[in-house]
Nanobody, 123 residues
Framework: HVQLVETGGGSVQTGDSLRLSCAVS????????MGWLRQAPGKEGSFVAS????????SLADSVRDRFTISRDKAKNLVYLQMNNLKPEDTADYIC????????????????WGRGTQVTVSS
């Protein structure tokens, strides 16, 4: 099992930046993919970003590709989501996710979920 705990959400203005962190713990997750999914009120969750824990390969949704960055610190067991130039449409609950399958993670059906951290962007 893998446990995921997010921190770093908050309320910001358009154009501001935020960095979310996800603390990873539990059984060996060296071969897992970590990522972020976001869910806005009344909408289904959508893939934001993923990173292979071992190799560090990353993938980002088209809507955030030029503004967000995902990274990980293997020594600290942390996954980060750096969000720049935030827009009101980025407002959502951001959930840290993990799975052995990158495909399941990108489809929004990973095995492991955090509780989420709220990001609110006002204009």
């Amino acid at each position: 099992h893998v446990q995921l705990v997010e921190t770093g959400g908050g309320s910001v203005q358009t154009g501001d930046s935020l960095r979310l962190s996800c603390a990873v713990s539990g059984d060996t997750f060296e071969t897992y993919t970590m990522g972020w999914l976001r869910q806005a009120p009344g909408k289904e969750g959508s893939f934001v970003a993923s990173i292979w824990w071992s190799a560090g390969n990353t993938s980002l949704a088209d809507s955030v590709r030029d503004r967000f960055t995902i990274s990980r610190d293997k020594a600290k067991n942390l996954v980060y989501l750096q969000m720049n130039n935030l827009k009101p449409e980025d407002t959502a609950d951001y959930i840290c996710i993990s799975d052995e399958s990158n495909m399941r993670l990108r489809l929004g059906v990973p095995d492991y979920w955090g509780r989420g951290t709220q990001v609110t962007v006002s204009s």
